[in-house]
Every structure is written in C-alpha cells, then in structure tokens.
C-alpha cells in the first residue's frame, strides 16, 4: 500500500490501480521499485524512465520481434533501460536514431559507429556518452522513415496504453515524427519495462495526444497488445505552451510548415485565428510515403544557394537578414546549422567578406517564423544577428 492507493498483487508483481491519477501511478512504480531492490542504476528512479535489474534480458526479447527483424531504422529513446535495445540495433546493422536530450537542438541523432567497430565499440555507442560522440544530427528536410520506435514508460498496460515520467516528450517525440512524415499508423511502437511496470491503467486517464505501445517486453514476457486505440495523428498544438515554444527550436519550425499547409496551430491560451482569405492551402506528405517518394523542390534544399548578392532596394518582407559571422565561418556551417533547426530557407545569399548572410523564404509569415526560431543562433562561440532584413535595412 502506498499513499493510500489500493492494490492487489498477481503473480507477476503487477499493481491494478483504482481511482487513481497518472502522478499516483508513476509514484507507486517508482515507491515500489526502489523498496523491492528492483531499480538500477542511476537511483533514485523518481522522476525518471526508471532503469531495472533485468533490463538487459527484457531488451534481448527485441530480438524475437518480427517487426524488428524487419526494420531498417529504428528510433530508441536514451534513458538507460534501452541501452541494450541501442546496441541490438546497432549490432545487426540498423540505422539508430536517437532523440537529442529535450528536443533542445532537433529532433534526433544518428548514431556512425566508426568503420570496423567492434562489440565493444557498439556497447560504448549505445550509451549517453556514445550518443554524444558518435552521431550526426538529422534535420527536418532529411525526410528519414522509422520503422520501429522503441520509447521507455513508468507505467503500462496489456492493453497498450502507456504513462511516462510526466514531462510528455515521449508523446511530442511521436507526435513531431508524425507531422515530418516519418511514422504512420502502421509504424509500431515497443517499450521496454519490469514486469512490476505492467499495470491496469483506468481509461479515462488517456489523453488524444498519449501514444500507445503495441508490444511490452519485459524479463519474462513479450506482450503483443493488440491495441486498438488510436495514435495521436500529429501535434495538438492547443497542448503545447509559449514556453515549450521557447525552449524547443523545432517546434517552431514544424509550426510554420504546418501553419502554412493551412491547419490550426493555435497554441494554449491563445485565441483561434481563421484562416487568412484566399490563402493557398497546401497537402503535407502522407505519413506512411517512403522518403524517395516524396517530391522535394531542388531550391528548398539550399544546394541552389548562393545566388547574387541582393540590393539595398531588393530586400523583401521574405528576407532575413543574419550577421555578426565569425570571420572563419563557411556557407556549410551556416547552413549546416539552419538544418539543425529545420529552418531552411528557399535560398540562402552568402556575404562572408561582409560577415553577413540573407536568407529568402516563401513569404512574409515564414520569414517572421524563422527570425523567431533562429533567435540565439550561434557559429562556434559568435551570436549570430537574425532580423528581417528590411527591419535591418531601416536601422
């Protein structure tokens, strides 16, 4: 008994919670982990995706999925009861996607082991450490397709439906592969968990923006839940936050992609705007196409960069000027970086002996968008200047 939830035990050590909130749940979990010796290292698991003694033969059931045999990429989260499941993927030669730490900098890291690595070599790749020293980051033109998403929980049940630590970026992970087009419906998701872990969850804690898991693997048992529930179909911008704007770069680069498809992203607290009149609407990619299936525009790629440079007269509402670069800086770096934040312009006009660059997007609210974004900018230790570049122009 803990906090004065009922409970009952069955013979796998699993709780049926009653008229309990998700924080209840993840405080009995963590409660009862730490008191039966059952949490790893690091401890206390509190407020984390709690690591388990056992987490090594639960990851090895990883293995014995069809869904993983099959998959070419795969998308495991790094808190440390999948750092076997990073190294399976990376033993049998999958390609390993790794979100970065609060989505802070992108979405994910791909993690290049050095040619020839060994086993031991795979092991430190699959660490935080690893993940640290042996990945590239994949932007939002990358158009990469998971197969297979592996993500940790505190809490779950047969049926499929999944509590994390509380911070619901799991969820938004999930949610921002499906608006890029990397996962659809039939994608499947695995968590990795104690068998203590496995719970009955009551149904009316679910939220539309909660994702579902449609196997458990645990040190005893591979659960295939069947769940019938639907994934969240892409992000419920009325859930997210000015602040969480703030702190997540690519948020706000997937917010102007799809303000610009025309769908409502109306943030929390603030009130819905109409569609501006005669606004062209435009289709996002399907979900479910292939990357090579997907038609891209050769000047959205910035390869067509470097056009000529624009006069005082050209500038446009479209334009965004960047200065303040260092004076080693490359046309690579900058656009290296605008990748990283899923900030690409059309074009990109590159003036290095004037320590300064424009970029040219589609029109005025996409230029604003990525000002916003690009905010905080930095080329090795130098703050970049990002403005429209008719503001810049007037001052």
Request: hydrophobic fraction near 35%; glycine fraction near 8%.
């Amino acid at each position: 008994m803990c906090r004065g939830i009922p409970l009952c035990v069955n013979k796998w050590e699993s709780f049926v919670l009653i008229g309990v909130s998700k924080q209840d749940i993840r405080e009995h979990i963590w409660d009862y982990m730490e008191s039966q010796n059952l949490a790893d290292f690091p401890r206390p698991v509190h407020h984390r995706i709690p690591n388990f003694k056992g987490a090594s033969h639960a990851a090895q059931q990883l293995l014995r999925l069809p869904a993983f045999k099959t998959a070419g990429t795969v998308k495991v989260n790094p808190d440390a009861p999948q750092k076997n499941a990073r190294f399976f993927v990376l033993e049998n030669k999958k390609t390993l996607l790794v979100p970065t730490p609060r989505l802070r900098t992108g979405l994910f890291n791909k993690i290049t082991p050095p040619p020839g690595a060994t086993k031991d070599v795979l092991r430190k790749c699959a660490t935080s450490q690893g993940v640290r020293n042996y990945s590239v980051p994949v932007g939002l033109d990358s158009r990469v397709l998971v197969d297979l998403v592996v993500v940790g929980s505190v809490a779950v049940s047969e049926k499929g439906w999944r509590i994390g630590k509380g911070e619901g970026y799991a969820d938004l992970e999930y949610a921002m592969m499906v608006s890029m087009g990397a996962v659809s419906k039939e994608t499947p998701v695995v968590t990795i968990v104690h068998d203590c872990q496995v719970v009955d969850i009551p149904e009316e804690l679910l939220e539309e923006h909660d994702i579902t898991v449609d196997y458990i693997l645990t040190p005893t048992r591979v659960i295939a839940t069947g769940c019938e529930r639907p994934k969240p179909m892409g992000i419920t911008w009325s859930k997210i936050s000015r602040e969480m704007m703030e702190k997540i770069p690519i948020l706000r680069s997937l917010r102007a992609q799809e303000q610009q498809a025309g769908k409502d992203v109306t943030l929390q607290g603030e009130h819905r705007h109409p569609p501006e009149p005669g606004r062209q609407q435009t289709v996002p990619p399907s979900a479910g196409r292939r990357p090579q299936d997907t038609p891209r525009p050769e000047a959205n790629s910035m390869e067509a960069a470097c056009g000529s440079p624009p006069g005082e007269g050209a500038l446009l509402a479209a334009d965004v000027y960047v200065g303040n670069l260092p004076r080693d800086a490359r046309v690579s770096d900058l656009k290296r970086a605008l990748r990283e934040l899923g900030s690409v312009p059309l074009q990109l006009t590159w003036e290095g002996r004037r320590h300064r660059a424009f970029l040219h997007y589609q029109d005025s609210a996409a230029a604003q968008q990525a000002v916003s974004c690009l905010q905080g900018l930095r080329l090795g230790t130098d703050t970049l200047r990002v403005a429209l570049a008719r503001q810049q122009r007037d001052k």
